[in-house]
């Protein structure tokens, strides 16, 4: 795939540098990345299977909307309470999930490997969440429906998410707010702004902040709390990390509006 970039130095490791590429280069990465070139073959089985088993417009149509009303407010609840949670960290069986689910994420915001959900603990979740609401609506039909929908916008919020880490500035005034207020969240205090192309659940939830005169910057905005204190009694991600949890990420350029997330905030506020 690097060879397809033509740019070397937007890889760091064995994955893609989001503060190094630009929005071209990031559409190839995504266009070709397995975890969602397999979302796309998904989302052509279940459509596939939504026309064969067709529920009718109204529970397919009612399929769609449930999904799109209810996945920001699980993606909120499983963001703010099991991703930045503290227990899967805590038992040797899970620390690695929980390492590859997120803390990897918040180490280096910019690594497109870490960035995307593994698919092993995506699609069941998608599937739990979607299927059943589809099948109480309208059968196999409109639970192929929900699943569709369901995988559609995770490829949706991965591709805004990218553009989030990404060394670009959109030029939609919605995207940038979107940007800036999730920047916060990466580079400011972790526990506020848990959407990623919304955030009306953090609104209702109090949990929503426009910028960094705010609130006072968190010190576990990097690490999630896993500190060194918190890795002596659990060592286990740390084991599985090879050093100990960093307090800021590294190997990574960040754009302007990253390093100033307090300037860049009132920019678009």
């Known amino acids: 795939m690097s060879g397809t970039l033509r740019n070397p130095s937007i890889r760091s490791g064995r994955s893609f540098d989001l503060g190094k590429m630009n929005l071209r280069q990031l559409w190839i990465a995504y266009l070709t990345y397995p975890t969602i070139l397999l979302y796309f073959a998904l989302i052509a089985i ?3 299977l939504a026309i064969h088993f067709f529920a009718g417009e109204g529970p397919t149509l009612t399929a769609v909307l449930a ?8 993606w909120y609840l499983l963001h703010r309470y099991i991703l930045h949670g503290h227990l899967l960290y805590k038992s040797r069986f899970t620390a690695a999930l929980w390492k590859r ?3 990897d994420h918040h180490q280096d915001p910019h690594l497109l490997d870490v960035l995307f959900g593994g698919p092993a603990t995506t699609l069941p979740t998608i599937g739990a969440i979607t299927i059943p609401v589809g099948w109480l609506i309208g059968g196999p039909g409109a639970a192929a429906t929900a699943f569709c929908t369901g995988v559609t916008i995770t490829c949706i919020y991965e591709f805004f998410h990218c553009i989030q880490h990404l ?5 939609a005034r919605w995207i940038q707010r979107m940007k800036a207020y999730h920047v916060l969240h990466h580079f400011h205090d972790e526990d506020g702004n ?3 192309t919304s955030y009306v659940v953090d ?4 949990t929503y902040y426009v910028d960094a005169r705010s609130r006072g910057r968190s010190p576990t905005v990097f690490n999630l709390g896993y500190t060194i204190e918190q890795a002596k009694r ?27 997330p307090q300037r860049n905030s009132r920019q678009v506020a």
């Open 194 to 196: 848990f959407g990623i």
């Open 46 to 48: 279940s459509f596939a």
């Open 234 to 260: 659990y060592p286990w991600v740390m084991r599985l990390t090879g050093h100990a949890p960093k307090d800021r990420p590294d190997g990574a350029s960040r754009p302007e509006s990253e390093r100033n």
């Open 101 to 103: 689910i997120h803390f």
């Open 167 to 171: 060394n670009y500035k959109p030029r």
């Open 67 to 74: 999904v799109m009303l209810i996945y920001p407010v699980v």
């Open 203 to 206: 609104r209702a939830l109090g």
